[in-house]
């Protein structure tokens, strides 16, 4: 009897969910010619472009990306463990991380997730909370301090879920897709080969691409092309060879 294939878990926001890389839409349902809403699914025509699955198909793994756009780091985290607690073990997971100011809400059973673009769609008993956590986001001059803040919580967040995965002994690999812990100086730790230099921005997801001569989708937009997810799931695989 054959056996099953390796399992490559993945986990993160847009990026991670392949948002732009065939066709110009993040949700299934922002193409309503094939998903009428609500379907917030990442759209799968991207995913499967995505850096993650085409990893897991240069692996001959089997992917399972639980990525969404517009994802908080409390909602990668809490997905993961929903998920590892239903699923066999997987031979990696491989995590995209977001933005640091995203938050996850609940709210009457459902999770909603929230930046400070003010442009979120949120239910109508949650706007006036959402208008004041917009007004109340720190103004240029506190700013640098939220920033440290905001930096300080994810690094020990993350630091702690790892910690977390090794004791389980879940193979892991992070690695930033925009921001990088640029206000973390003393409290750097070693991460073991777990993290791609979380701590530099030249090697996050986004400044290796641009670094290496690829374009966003258009100049206001942060996403890239299925060469680029490309480009980067190759990069990942000579770091899985070795880690696995």
């Known amino acids: 009897m054959k056996s099953a294939k390796p399992i490559l878990y993945i986990n993160g926001d847009s990026h991670s969910a392949g948002a732009g890389a065939i066709v110009p839409y993040a949700f299934a349902e922002d193409d309503p010619w094939e998903f009428p809403p609500p379907d917030r699914r990442p759209h799968p025509t991207n995913v499967v472009a ?18 969404e756009s517009g994802s908080s780091n409390q909602r990668i985290i809490r997905t993961t463990e929903e998920w590892l607690a239903n699923n066999p073990k997987p031979n990696l997971v491989l995590i995209g991380w977001s933005t640091w100011e995203r ?10 997730q929230v930046n400070a673009s003010g442009t979120d769609v949120v239910p109508e008993d949650l706007r006036d909370k959402y208008k004041q956590w917009i007004i109340e986001y720190p103004h240029k001059e506190q700013r640098e301090r939220k920033r440290y803040e905001l930096q300080y919580t994810s690094h020990q967040t993350i630091w702690d879920w790892h910690q977390s995965l090794i004791q389980r002994r879940i193979p892991h690999l992070f690695f930033n897709t925009y921001n990088y812990f640029d206000k ?3 409290d750097q730790l070693e991460w073991n080969n777990c993290y791609i230099s979380p ?18 989708i258009s100049p206001d937009d942060y996403h890239f092309k299925a060469d680029a997810h490309l480009a980067w799931a190759k990069f990942l695989k000579n770091l899985v060879d070795k880690l696995v």
């Open 199 to 216: 701590y530099s921005q030249e090697q996050n997801y986004f400044n290796w691409l641009k670094s290496n001569g690829f374009e966003t």
């Open 103 to 112: 938050e996850e809400w609940l709210h009457e059973g459902t999770y909603y």
């Open 184 to 186: 973390i100086a003393s």
């Open 50 to 67: 995505s850096f993650g699955n085409v990893l897991a198909d240069l692996l001959e793994w089997q992917a399972v990306n639980n990525s």
